[in-house]
């Protein structure tokens, strides 16, 4: 489990030589993530999402309030907590090959064979792309294998900042499916604005707008009530999309 509270985080903008904006990006975020519970976050461009993963993942400091990372909320044993995302650069060096990655990965992971069974689930088997540098995978493939190597370390917690942004739908149902399968147990915190994709996956949607909880739900309950209007555009648009499609022949 992960809780997170009164969590804080600011950001100082210089406007001029002597003014300064204080860009107020969370404010007083408190929420209980369980275990077994995938969780999606939706939110507008610029709303804190990323900003709140980072603190979630202990890439980046509050200003003030705490994380807690527990498997039982007394004990405070410590868990395995790893993140996608979007950008793969940020955890894979293009002097590397996936066949480096792999051997990593596999070395402190809890199962040594996990990483080759994913890498082959995602479409991207040792024997195929293990020679290859990281500049030289697509951007998709960087998302695969980003995730794979996560996913095989089997973690507690798994944070997830839009990492399927190049990847195409049929591959992200794989993904999907992976989680569902060696994460069932886990904490999943899923950020993407594809609102599909995240009642796909998640049991739980939080609406997150200025740093702040706006509505929270049930995945059918956010359908049906649609409280605030990000949500109500979100699923708007989402329907449009598919409308169109079905009258396609
Ligand atoms: N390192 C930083 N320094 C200063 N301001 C920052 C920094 N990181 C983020 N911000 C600001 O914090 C706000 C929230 O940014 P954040 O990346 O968390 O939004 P987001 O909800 O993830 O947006 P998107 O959906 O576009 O990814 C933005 O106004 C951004 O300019
Ligand atoms: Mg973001």
């Not at 527990?70 to 044993?77: T, V």
């Not at 090959?97 to 689930?121: F, H, V």
């Not at 900042?161 to 994460?183: C, G, H, Q, T, W």
Request: aromatic content about 10%; proline content about 4%; hydrophobic content about 40%.
């Amino acid at each position: 489990m992960l809780s997170a509270k009164h969590v804080y985080k600011t950001y100082l903008e210089k406007v001029s030589i002597f003014k300064w904006h204080e860009n107020k990006v969370i404010e007083d975020f408190s929420y209980d993530f369980l275990s077994g519970t995938r969780y999606g976050i939706i939110g507008v461009s610029g709303s804190g999402k990323t900003t709140l993963a980072s603190i979630l993942a202990g890439y980046d400091r509050p200003d003030s309030g705490s994380i807690i990372y527990s498997k039982h909320p007394s004990d405070g044993s410590s868990i395995r907590v790893r993140n996608v995302f979007q950008d793969t650069y940020r955890f894979l060096n293009p002097v590397n090959t996936l066949e480096w990655y792999e051997k990593n990965i596999s070395a402190i992971s809890p199962d040594p064979k996990l990483i080759d069974k994913i890498l082959d689930a995602v479409g991207l088997p040792l024997e195929r792309f293990g020679s290859l540098y990281i500049d030289q995978l697509s951007g998709g493939q960087r998302q695969r294998l980003a995730f794979a190597m996560v996913l095989s370390q089997l973690p507690d917690v798994l944070i997830l900042d839009e990492p399927f942004s190049m990847i195409d739908p049929p591959n992200a149902m794989v993904l999907f499916s992976l989680i569902r399968k060696y994460l069932d147990k886990s904490t999943v915190i899923y950020i993407d604005h594809n609102i599909d994709r995240v009642a796909y996956l998640c049991d739980h949607i939080i609406a997150f707008d200025k740093g702040r909880i706006v509505e929270e739900d049930d995945v059918k309950k956010i359908f049906e009530t649609q409280k605030t209007e990000y949500v109500e555009k979100l699923i708007w648009a989402s329907e449009k999309i598919s409308s169109r499609m079905k009258r396609q022949p």
